[in-house]
């Protein structure tokens, strides 16, 4: 009996071992799966946002159509597995260095293509039905008649830069593992490729994300376009490790705290060349999507075809970032423990009355009572907290408990209820504080690129609501290239919109390093 128990208690030794050197292994090498076999993912055929026929029974679709968003072929939900069976979804990944080959789609054009070989308008050439042929890789659109006339190779179209080819794609197959391990990525064989890896948030305000990579996967590799987990991109970023040295591009689909989480992971990881990025809001706020051009929300309807155009034409700029350092001090209210930790700001830091508002907003929305959300919503509950604050303030007397040294130099503050630090001009979902706290004889401009940070003070929450519609403007505090604060209480603090309390301590803010970003001409 004792040799019994003690060959268990060797066994699940042995076992727990086997199992942490595992996971260790796993997060040590950052292993990456891929898919092994081609398989169709069907989506609701009402994000085509146009009639599509049937690819199997060839019948108009109706409201539970299915549509593949790899290779774009439609179905009924009856004619799912036939489909399978007859249709071959596009390769994701591919171990022959042949050159590629089409992959085509019989009908469901897109609307207003023209064909790529007589070129007449295709919607006006036939009647309703499956008509036609299009690649899913390079988007080319041909006649049925002038289909035995184009080559057979694909050169990728108009976006070949952004797309990963399958052929580049080196993944082996590992005993016992149902998919791929992804070894690296092989330059494509044209000299000005720059792939496009697409990150979305599902979890960003208007919650819009798993419908936006469903139209990026019909353009791209499927493989690129990816979904944030809950532990955060580090899984998608690991495609940009494998492409570098090669520079690429990163579509960030979300709102602001998902840019700032993104570029956080890409700094740790010294990524190098740092990847260029541009955004698609999702988010309630969208300030960086605003100073950059992208939009203070996404569309109600995205062609991926012109945004990927929009990225072809952007502008390739710098954006400062911004460390601050939190140090706790000896202050008469005691710290349970002593803090010190790194945030990294790219849009702006605050604290007092703003935050406090965005503070009691996150808490609703990780409420579980909170199931419904939108940008409307979301809004509506900013302007709760924000009303809440202007019968029952929390943050009067801030001048009384902060202190604050921009370059070394004390500032003596006015009475406040917040003070914000702007890296851009774009604060509380579009406002620009710097430009309307500007004097007739004033000629200090702001730039996200130079260095500089923008400090401004706020009176109130009712003060807020004015700025909101123009009719008042903040208390210009100064413009430094360092700053600090010094807080003698708990308060409450923001950076890009995501919120905490912040105990007593002492805050310096430094410029460390630039993120490098694509503005929309």
Not at 235 to 254: E, F, H, Y
Not at 275 to 301: F, H, K, M, Q, Y
Request: charged fraction near 20%; glycine fraction near 6%.
């Amino acid at each position: 009996m004792i040799e019994w128990t003690f060959s268990l208690a060797t066994g699940i030794i042995v076992l727990t071992l086997t199992i942490w050197y595992l996971v260790r292994y796993l997060l040590i090498h950052d292993v990456v799966y891929i898919q092994g076999r081609p398989r169709h993912s069907w989506k609701s055929s009402k994000l085509l946002d146009r009639g599509c026929y049937c690819s199997v029974c060839e019948i108009l679709l109706v409201s539970t159509g299915r549509f593949c968003d790899n290779c774009g072929i439609c179905s009924h939900p009856e004619c799912i597995k036939s489909a399978e069976k007859q249709f071959k979804c596009k390769e994701k990944h591919s171990k022959d260095d042949r050159p590629s080959k089409h992959k085509w789609t019989r009908g469901n054009l897109p609307l207003n293509c023209t064909c790529s070989i007589c070129g007449v308008d295709m919607d006006s050439s036939h009647g309703p039905g499956l008509h036609g042929f299009r690649c899913c890789w390079c988007q080319m659109s041909v006649h049925t008649a002038c289909f035995p006339r184009i080559s057979e190779d694909c050169d990728f179209g108009e976006f070949r830069d952004f797309i990963i080819p399958p052929t580049s794609i080196d993944a082996v197959r590992r005993r016992g593992v149902a998919k791929l391990l992804l070894k690296g990525v092989k330059p494509a064989p044209w000299t000005t490729w720059k792939p496009l890896i697409v990150i979305a948030n599902i979890k960003s305000g208007s919650s819009r994300a798993d419908d936006i990579l469903s139209l990026f996967r019909g353009v791209l590799n499927p493989l690129q376009v990816t979904e944030m987990s809950r532990a955060g991109p580090q899984d998608a970023l690991q495609w940009i490790v494998r492409i570098s040295p090669k520079p690429c591009r990163v579509l960030i689909a979300g709102g602001d705290g998902t840019i700032g989480w993104v570029l956080n992971t890409l700094f740790s990881m010294a990524v190098d060349p740092f990847p260029e990025i541009c955004i698609l809001p999702l988010g309630t706020g969208n300030d960086l999507s605003r100073v950059l051009n992208w939009g203070a929300e996404a569309p109600d309807s995205i062609d991926p075809i012109d945004f990927l155009r929009q990225i072809q034409s952007a502008e390739v700029t710098k954006l400062d970032r911004w460390v601050l350092e939190i140090a706790g001090t000896t202050s008469r209210i005691p710290l349970k423990r002593p803090l010190r930790r790194n945030v990294s700001m790219y849009n702006y830091f605050s604290i007092g009355v703003d935050a406090q508002v965005t503070l009691n907003f996150h808490r609703a929305r990780e409420s579980q009572f909170y199931m419904l959300s939108s940008r409307l919503i979301n809004k509506i509950l900013y302007l709760c907290f924000g009303t809440h604050q202007v019968v029952q303030p929390d943050c009067v007397g801030l001048e009384k408990v902060i202190e604050l040294w921009l370059d070394d130099k004390k500032i003596d503050l006015p009475e406040l209820q917040s003070v914000v630090f702007l890296n851009i001009d774009s604060w509380g979902a579009g406002v620009k504080l710097w430009e309307m706290g500007r004097d007739d004889d004033s000629t200090a401009r702001s730039s996200f690129c130079d260095g500089i940070i923008e400090v401004l003070g706020i009176v109130s929450s009712f003060h807020i609501a004015q700025l909101q519609v123009g009719l008042n403007k903040p208390i210009r505090l100064g413009q430094a290239h360092s700053a600090r604060l010094r807080i003698s209480r708990a308060c409450p603090v923001q950076v890009d919109g995501e919120p905490w309390v912040q105990t007593p301590c002492e805050i310096s803010i430094q410029c460390t390093g630039q993120a490098t970003v694509l503005k929309r001409k």
